[in-house]
């Protein structure tokens, strides 16, 4: 089973960016579609961003269109999420999830495998 590790989450200004990474071992990556969820105190966790196997398809929340991409690295086995224009509400922990499964890309229950999570903090 693939086990994930979230980096790059940090305290940033309203405006800039961040660029988060999530390594996977222990599984064969390509078979696994993945996304980026995120989680404010006292809110539940939310989709942010997913993406297919090949990494040929992507599908954003609509609050982070047009300043978020997802990418994966199927060479490094690695799934990324550029963050631009940050405002403040984008903070929280973001977490990677995969599933080997077709689902529901947006909704948490569909993914069995999670990272850690990475602190994101935004400041106005």
């Known amino acids: 089973q693939v086990q994930l590790v979230e980096s790059g989450g940090e305290l940033v200004q309203a405006g800039g960016s961040l660029r988060l990474s999530c390594v996977a071992s222990?599984?064969?990556?390509?078979?696994?579609?993945m996304a980026w969820f995120r989680q404010a105190p006292g809110k539940e966790r939310e989709f942010v961003a997913a993406?297919?196997?090949?990494?040929?398809?992507?599908n954003y929340a609509d609050s982070v269109k047009d300043r978020f991409t997802i990418s994966r690295d199927l060479v490094k086995s690695t799934l990324y999420l550029q963050m631009d224009s940050l405002k403040p509400e984008d903070s929280g922990v973001y977490f990677c999830?995969?599933?080997?499964?077709?689902?529901?890309?947006?909704?948490?229950?569909?993914?069995?495998?999670w990272g850690q999570g990475t602190q994101v903090t935004v400041s106005s």
């Open positions: 999830a995969a599933t080997p499964a077709q689902g529901n890309e947006g909704s948490p229950e569909s993914y069995g495998y």
């Open positions: 222990g599984g064969t990556f390509v078979m696994y579609r």
């Open positions: 993406i297919n196997r090949l990494g040929s398809i992507t």
